[in-house]
């Protein structure tokens, strides 16, 4: 059954943008890579799932660029934030979809509807956008951190999924948190890119030398102070655990593959459930939603 408050959210995302038949309608821009996941041994002593033993499973990530535009320059700053949606694994699969900022404009989906609609409406009534984020200031620290962000490549970035999770160890003690998907190139995380294709020069760039890897860490959540709200960040980060590495050994060889290819994160594999959150539902949906409808513009 459809959920009404994530048709809205996508027909007010496509209500403000010219999106081409078959293209995502965020996030339209992207580059597919492959690779491969390997679990670190203390992660199977944090959660069950399948993909944490001794294992190495196949991969396939999709970095993205913000926005309905599938040609937009990476150097600009409408680019942000970036994504990264990643697949791993065969039979027990993991999909995690994240982007570079932590925090989100809303922390439920109504106040996430009215966001989108403020923003649909800044060219035309400027005012509305204004009066949203002086009343929201979810919206207004997001927006905020959008524009302090420079054009890093994309392996010296962090990815957040935001969603609060639970980890299921083998013993049964669970750990809610939050997953983050974390670039290792500390020399270009202060470096700004320039040029329209400047970030999938870079990684193409870099992998050129060989495999790049990035970590999927864990951080538990704080003892005070709400778990479940997505605008906000975490006091202190917490200790973030080492779950794996995400190793990208090369492009992919069939780009136009994207374009029919779905990033669900509900997919979880036994021992990895989401704790939930005002927004989780309306997002999961909308995700299905907006596939959906992209598949058909593609056919």
């Given at each position: 059954?459809?959920?009404?408050?994530?048709?809205?959210?996508?027909?007010?995302?496509?209500?403000?943008?010219d999106v081409?038949?078959?293209?995502?309608?965020?996030?339209?821009?992207?580059?597919?890579?492959?690779?491969?996941?390997?679990?670190?041994?203390?992660?199977?002593?944090?959660?069950?799932?399948?993909?944490?033993?001794?294992a190495?499973?196949?991969?396939?990530?999709?970095?993205?660029?913000?926005?309905?535009?599938?040609?937009?320059?990476?150097?600009?700053?409408?680019?942000?934030?970036?994504?990264?949606?990643?697949?791993?694994?065969?039979?027990?699969?993991?999909?995690?979809?994240?982007?570079?900022?932590?925090?989100?404009?809303?922390?439920?989906?109504?106040?996430?509807?009215?966001?989108?609609?403020?923003?649909?409406?800044?060219?035309?009534?400027?005012?509305?956008?204004?009066?949203?984020?002086?009343?929201?200031?979810?919206?207004?620290?997001?927006?905020?951190?959008?524009?302090?962000?420079?054009?890093?490549?994309?392996?010296?970035?962090?990815?957040?999924?935001?969603?609060?999770?639970?980890?299921?160890?083998?013993?049964?003690?669970?750990?809610?948190?939050?997953?983050?998907?974390?670039?290792?190139?500390?020399?270009?995380?202060h470096?700004?890119?320039?040029?329209?294709?400047?970030?999938?020069?870079?990684l193409?760039?870099?992998?050129?030398?060989?495999?790049?890897?990035?970590?999927?860490a864990?951080?538990?959540?704080?003892?005070?102070?709400?778990?479940?709200?997505?605008?906000?960040?975490?006091?202190?980060?917490?200790?973030?655990?080492?779950?794996?590495?995400?190793?990208?050994?090369?492009?992919?060889?069939?780009?136009?593959?994207?374009?029919?290819?779905?990033f669900?994160?509900?997919?979880?594999?036994?021992?990895?459930?989401?704790?939930?959150?005002?927004?989780?539902?309306?997002?999961?949906?909308?995700?299905?939603?907006?596939?959906?409808?992209?598949?058909?513009?593609?056919?």
């Open positions: 059954m459809q959920d009404p408050i994530a048709a809205k959210l996508v027909d007010a995302l496509h209500a403000g943008a081409p038949p078959g293209c995502r309608v965020n996030h339209a821009r992207g580059l597919l890579v492959e690779g491969r996941f390997l679990g670190v041994p203390q992660a199977s002593q944090l959660c069950a799932a399948p993909l944490f033993d001794d190495e499973q196949p991969l396939i990530a999709r970095f993205s660029d913000s926005g309905p535009d599938p040609r937009i320059r990476q150097d600009s700053p409408q680019a942000e934030p970036r994504g990264l949606a990643v697949r791993i694994g065969q039979h027990s699969q993991l999909v995690l979809v994240g982007h570079t900022l932590e925090g989100f404009p809303a922390r439920d989906p109504q106040t996430f509807l009215a966001f989108i609609q403020a923003l649909n409406a800044q060219h035309t009534a400027p005012e509305s956008l204004q009066a949203h984020l002086a009343a929201n200031p979810a919206a207004q620290r997001y927006d905020q951190l959008r524009q302090d962000a420079l054009p890093t490549g994309y392996a010296s970035r962090s990815y957040h999924m935001l969603h609060p999770y639970r980890l299921t160890a083998a013993d049964g003690q669970t750990r809610t948190g939050r997953l983050t998907i974390r670039g290792r190139n500390a020399e270009g995380a470096k700004a890119l320039t040029g329209r294709n400047c970030m999938d020069e870079a193409r760039h870099a992998m050129e030398a060989g495999p790049v890897a990035l970590e999927l864990f951080t538990p959540a704080p003892e005070q102070g709400a778990t479940d709200d997505l605008s906000a960040a975490w006091p202190g980060h917490g200790s973030p655990m080492l779950l794996g590495y995400l190793i990208l050994e090369r492009i992919a060889p069939d780009q136009d593959a994207q374009r029919t290819l779905a669900d994160p509900s997919v979880l594999p036994a021992g990895m459930a989401f704790a939930g959150d005002p927004l989780l539902a309306a997002r999961l949906h909308a995700y299905r939603i907006a596939a959906e409808r992209r598949l058909r513009g593609a056919a």
